[in-house]
Structure formats: C-alpha cells, structure tokens
C-alpha cells in the first residue's frame, strides 16, 4: 500500500496570505489528523476528521481549518498567516478506530515571511 | 499543552551501546505510542503499548509501562549510526471523545556515533 502523501512539501508565504495544504491518507484509512510542530511548541494537534465530520479539536485559533472529502483525502487551510505559523504541518491517518497507530505523512514545511 | 514529558532531551551514545529514553505523562491514557523521526521528516511508528500491559518488544526495541507512575522507557539495544534520531512518545487520553488525537511529548534527540 501506497503510504500518506502531502503535499506541496515545501512552502513559502508572506503574512497575511493563506495557504492550503493537501493530505492523501492510505487506502482503507477514514480518520485524517493534522499537527503542527515547531521547536518551540513541538508537536500540537490540530484537528481530526473521520467520515468528512471533524472530530476533533486542538487549541488553534479559527484561522486554521480542515475538511475531508468523500475520499478521505484532507485539506488543511490557514488564512491570514502568520510569520509564528512558520512550521512543519504533519498530516495521519489511521484506520478510525480509538487512539490506534497512526501512519504519518512527510510534512509540509511551511515558511511564512 | 504537551502531555509528556521526555528524559533526556539529548543523548549522544557510541555504537553498539544502548540507549535508554523515558517519558512521563499526565493524565490517564488508552495507549501509548512511540515514533521516530529523522532530520525533520515524518514520524514513523515503533510501537504502541496498551494501558494493561507492562512490557513489549520489537526488535531490537524493548519499551515498558508503569501506568503507577505514570511513565514508560524506550530501549533501543545495540545501537546503530542509522537509529541516530529524535523519538517521541505519544498518549491517547482514555476518553472517547480524544479518538484520534494524540498528545506528544518533546522528544529525545539521539546521537549513535560511528
């Protein structure tokens, strides 16, 4: 099996922008997770989606958002960026099933200037 | 806010050693997991111990659960110049309601020198 795919891999942005980043789970997978890490702050949960509904929720301001297709592909979107959301933005997928392994993509690294 | 937290913070080991990590956590958990990720790639699986287990192998990978103290150790034996690394542990909350979401701790930066 194909394993998760973001992309782009690499992105750079100047304030104010948004951005759209783009997540392709394995076949199979319905839960889509993203986190953001930086090396300050580590790795922080975003959010979750399973079946196109959000499941859950980190502690990030309204200017990030997520959906998921039919497909369970999953696109995250940051509006008027920041230069703090410079990071490495990390997508999972898992089959959906409570707190199991969870199968990560390469990132996106983003750099906002 | 980061659920656990990682002892040491970095690690530089000759190979062929051993390499000990520990993390603690906070709140009760499911589960709990550890990654590695290298040079600031993705994070790859290495194993995943549930609440009402102890110990478990992989490996060359030996982790326990001390779900008393709240803590779980990593050891990689007979270390290699490729397990040269950051790890990561990470929980899931024992809460229907986290599904999906795991909380990492700051991680252990490893050196396996040559």
């Known amino acids: 099996k194909a394993g998760v795919t973001q992309t782009p891999r690499y992105l750079i942005k100047t304030r104010g922008q948004q951005v759209t980043l783009s997540c392709s789970p394995i076949s199979g997978h319905r839960s889509v997770s993203w986190y953001q890490q930086t090396p300050g702050q580590g790795l922080q949960f975003l959010f979750e989606?399973?079946?196109?509904?959000?499941?859950n929720k980190g502690n990030f301001p309204g200017r990030f958002s997520g959906r998921q297709f039919s497909n369970s592909r999953s696109e995250m979107n940051v509006s008027t960026l920041e230069l703090g959301d410079s990071a490495l933005y990390l997508c999972?997928?898992?089959?959906?099933?409570?707190?199991?392994?969870?199968?990560f993509g390469p990132g996106t690294r983003l750099l906002v200037l | 806010s980061q659920q656990g937290e990682e002892d040491p913070q970095a690690l530089s080991i000759q190979e062929g050693e051993n390499a000990t990590m520990n993390c603690s956590y906070k709140?009760?958990?499911?589960?709990l997991q550890w990654y590695r990720q290298n040079s600031g790639r993705g994070l790859v699986h290495l194993i995943l111990i549930r609440s009402n287990e102890r110990e478990k192998h992989s490996g060359r990978l030996r982790v326990t659960l001390d779900t008393s103290k709240k803590s779980s150790s990593l050891l990689i034996t007979a270390s290699r110049a490729a397990d040269t690394a950051s790890y990561f542990c990470a929980t899931g909350r024992a809460t229907s309601s986290n599904t999906g979401k795991l909380i990492f701790g700051q991680g252990t930066t490893l050196q396996v020198k040559p």
């Open positions: 709140t009760s958990i499911n589960n």
């Open positions: 999972a997928s898992s089959l959906g099933q409570e707190q199991e392994t969870q199968y």
């Open positions: 989606y399973f079946s196109e509904t959000q499941r």
